[in-house]
């Protein structure tokens, strides 16, 4: 089994988030790894995930942060999250420069289905939160990042449940098209939509590593059958070239 914590998002004090959050400096790095260390009851925490870039931290403080931990032994991997990709390569760059570690992971929402271009809503709320084709093409090229996606399933969105509607962000006729060849797919497979889309991610090319919510026994069924689902390289055509 392998930890993994987050920091930067956590609210200043109660319902000031986004606007005033922890941040990405020194000081609220080493206090919210602390905490995680003290609440998991370890002394290493295997990926480390900054939650969301703070553009109000010199860059070159946080890299230096991060380095300081993992020199230490505290953490083994870090992770961004919600970044735009220069900023993954300038951090990058700075770590190669000042011989610190440097981030191998990145993580954004994603799923089978794709939203309209620019359309915002409740769901789909950040400029950076989408894994898109340049994301997937970067990782290709560098494949040392590995790729986390997270909301795979859409809350649920995929089991035709009433009380959790497909977004707005998703209302287009490529959603129909991308529905219906999935639904073809479970049907063949005997198994729900969910399982598809699970395994669709994790053996894609570059792989992605789905991020899922665990609220009843079910839904972990659904995720650790997935890992064994076979899907061929016709089942991927299938899936792909709908739009």
């Known amino acids: 089994m392998k930890l993994a914590s987050k920091v930067?998002?956590?609210?200043?004090?109660?319902?000031?988030?986004?606007?005033?959050?922890?941040?990405?400096?020194?000081?609220a790095i080493d206090a919210a790894l602390e905490a995680s260390l003290?609440?998991?009851?370890?002394?290493?925490?295997?990926?480390?995930?900054?939650?969301?870039?703070?553009?109000?931290?010199?860059?070159?403080?946080?890299v230096t942060a991060f380095g300081k931990h993992a020199a230490a032994g505290t953490i083994g991997r870090l992770g961004l999250s919600n970044y735009a990709l220069w900023r993954v390569e300038r951090m990058r760059d700075l770590a190669l420069q000042l011989g610190?570690?440097?981030?191998?992971?990145?993580?954004?929402?994603?799923?089978?289905?794709?939203?309209?271009?620019?359309?915002?809503?409740?769901?789909?709320?950040?400029?950076?939160g989408w894994i898109t084709d340049e994301v997937l093409d970067y990782a290709v090229q560098n494949p040392e990042q590995q790729l986390f996606a997270y909301s795979p399933l859409m809350a649920g969105a995929y089991e035709?449940?009433?009380?959790?509607?497909?977004?707005?962000?998703?209302?287009?006729?490529?959603?129909?098209?991308?529905?219906?060849?999935?639904?073809?797919?479970?049907?063949?497979?005997?198994?729900?939509?969910?399982?598809?889309?699970?395994?669709?991610?994790a053996t894609s090319t570059p792989a992605i590593t789905p991020i899922v919510g665990i609220s009843t026994p079910a839904h972990l069924t659904t995720a650790l059958d997935s890992t064994t689902l076979n899907l061929t390289p016709t089942h991927h055509t299938a899936l792909n070239d709908v739009w």
């Open 160 to 201: 035709n449940r009433p009380d959790r509607p497909i977004p707005e962000a998703f209302d287009h006729p490529g959603t129909t098209r991308r529905l219906q060849v999935l639904s073809d797919l479970a049907t063949e497979l005997n198994v729900t939509r969910s399982h598809v889309v699970l395994a669709y991610l």
């Open 100 to 128: 610190v570690m440097g981030p191998t992971a990145l993580q954004l929402r994603y799923s089978y289905l794709q939203p309209r271009p620019f359309v915002r809503d409740h769901t789909h709320d950040h400029r950076f």
């Open 8 to 27: 930067g998002c956590e609210p200043l004090w109660p319902g000031s988030w986004p606007e005033h959050s922890e941040g990405l400096s020194t000081k």
């Open 38 to 62: 003290r609440r998991l009851g370890v002394d290493h925490i295997d990926l480390y995930w900054a939650h969301r870039d703070d553009r109000e931290t010199p860059l070159e403080e946080t």
